[in-house]
T-cell receptor, first 108, second 113 residues
């Protein structure tokens, strides 16, 4: 079974501080992992995916198969990063399974 | 291109009423899904479709029906609404299985009284 765990419902940091949103997964095969973001009053959109290994808006995420984690990191948080962040997993099937989300607030 | 559209944006139903949430896409994507978003529960998959004429259940299918007669449309039907179905509903599409980006609609906020 596919499962995604985001242990923090809420995360609050100050502007300029580093931020890390945690994501752990459970899947027996080779997972494909994503981070989606939902800004206030906007639809969900893809932030990044592990297969592309890119940095978007200063965010990066590394897949750690040993720890079954895909944590999202940014060295210097900005106020516009305040949003709801969802980690998601697919095992190559049709289903994309989401975690429960972490609400990030970046304080000025 | 409109992308993924959903109607209505808001809806209030009484318990026992039925309604259909509409979802349409113009990206020619084969995969379409319906999710509900509830506080503290994240996004949960209701039903999905891998192509016209093919649908399957997700994590929370009870109380909902779907059909996929065309590539473009994937309506979600509530046969007899219950207060537990109060939620925000999102339709999403994806080009293919696996690591492709999923595109979401703007959502429908449904309240059942």
């Amino acid at each position: 079974a596919q499962r995604v765990t985001q242990p923090e419902k809420l995360l609050s940091v100050f502007k300029g501080a580093p931020v890390e949103l945690k994501c752990n997964y459970s899947y027996s095969g080779s997972p494909e992992l994503f981070w989606y973001v939902q800004y206030s009053r906007q639809r969900l959109q893809l932030l990044l995916r592990h297969i592309s290994r890119e940095s978007i808006k200063g965010f990066t995420a590394d897949l750690n198969k040993g720890e079954t984690s895909f944590h999202l990191k940014k060295p210097f948080a900005q106020e516009e990063d305040s949003a709801m962040y969802y980690c998601a997993l697919t095992g190559g099937s049709e289903k994309l399974v989401f975690g429960k989300g972490t609400k990030l607030t970046v304080n000025p | 291109n409109a992308g993924v559209t959903q109607t209505p944006k808001f809806q209030v139903l009484k318990t026992g009423q039925s309604m259909t949430l509409q979802c349409a896409q113009d990206m020619n994507h084969e995969y379409m899904s319906w999710y509900r978003q509830d506080p503290g529960m994240g996004l949960r998959l209701i039903h999905y479709s891998v192509g016209a004429g093919i649908t399957d259940q997700g994590e929370v299918p009870n109380g909902y029906n779907v059909s996929r007669s065309t590539t473009e449309d994937f309506p979600l039907r509530l046969l007899s609404a219950a207060p537990s179905q109060t939620s925000v509903y999102f339709c999403a599409t994806r080009r293919d299985r696996g690591g492709y980006e999923q595109y979401f609609g703007p959502g429908t906020r449904l309240t059942v009284t």
